[in-house]
T-cell receptor, first 109, second 114 residues
Framework: RKEVEQDPGPFNVPEGATVAFNCTYSNSASQSFFWYRQDCRKEPKLLMS???SGNEDGRFTAQLNRASQYISLLIRDSKLSDSATYLCVADTGRRALTFGSGTRLQVQP | EPEVTQTPSHQVTQMGQEVILRCVPISNHLYFYWYRQILGQKVEFLVS????????KSEIFDDQFSVERPDGSNFTLKIRSTKLEDSAMYFC????????????FGPGTRLTVL
């Protein structure tokens, strides 16, 4: 079983749409969770950390459900510039990030 | 804004050759990492480094790999005898002490083994 599992997509959405990505993780020892964004052939960039209480950063909202080992990312009012691959990431506290394979988002005009 | 830098951006080598990939972490960061991403696949952790020694390493990081901090600024990854399957993008990252949510990634070195 993959440690961090994501739907690869692609998700093709029009500008202004709301889109949600889901992710599950298998290692119950995972302590910290993140969403990273990766543009084609570029480095991963931290989008936001994910907390049990949920957190919001502008148009982005992340949620963590430890009981279900499930993480989500919601993007509201999608922009063309949101087109990228979104990586769900877990850390067991060993300072080694475990990445999912990513979900590709394409926002269309 | 400070950033992690990596050189070269692209390295082409023959199978069996040694390569050294270089990274300059952010100056006040204390933890350093190498990750790799084979084309079309996920980012995979290789090794973390702190206080001049390896903190963690994955099963990918076998005896063919080594890391070094030869001076106060550079952090290197050496692959002793490259194989075709080592072809990948190699990302260096750094973070402040004990906080993984501040791992900043460099732009990567694309390694092509022929």
């Amino acid at each position: 079983r993959k440690e961090v599992e994501q739907d690869p997509g692609p998700f093709n959405v029009p500008e202004g749409a709301t889109v949600a990505f889901n992710c599950t993780y298998s290692n119950s020892a995972s302590q910290s969770f993140f969403w990273y964004r990766q543009d084609c052939r570029k480095e991963p960039k931290l989008l936001m950390s994910v907390y049990s209480s949920g957190n919001e950063d502008g148009r982005f909202t992340a949620q963590l459900n430890r009981a279900s080992q499930y993480i989500s990312l919601l993007i509201r009012d999608s922009k063309l510039s949101d087109s990228a691959t979104y990586l769900c990431v877990a850390d067991t506290g060993r300072r080694a990030l475990t990445f999912g394979s990513g979900t590709r988002l394409q926002v269309q005009p | 804004e400070p950033e992690v830098t990596q050189t070269p951006s692209h390295q082409v080598t023959q199978m069996g050759q040694e390569v050294i990939l270089r990274c300059v972490p952010i100056s006040n960061h204390l933890y350093f990492y190498w990750y790799r991403q084979i084309l079309g696949q996920k980012v995979e952790f290789l090794v973390s480094f702190y206080n001049n020694e390896i903190s963690e390493k994955s099963e990918i990081f076998d005896d063919q790999f080594s890391v070094e901090r030869p001076d106060g600024s550079n952090f290197t990854l050496k692959i002793r005898s490259t194989k075709l399957e080592d072809s990948a993008m190699y990302f260096c990252a750094s973070s402040v002490a004990g906080r993984t949510d501040t791992q900043y990634f460099g732009p990567g070195t694309r390694l092509t083994v022929l």
